[in-house]
């Protein structure tokens, strides 16, 4: 059985810093309503390197 993707796996699974950026910026220009449902504070979002 395959597992459902969510907003909230993609955000903290991802990556990529700027690929994670863009994803709030967008939920918040869209007005998704999972968006207030995702903490940016537990997504890290610090650049590595």
Known sequence: MSETASPD????????VQVKKLFFVFADEHAHAWRKHINPSEVDLRESG
């Open 9 to 16: 796996r993609f955000a903290k699974g991802c990556r990529k």
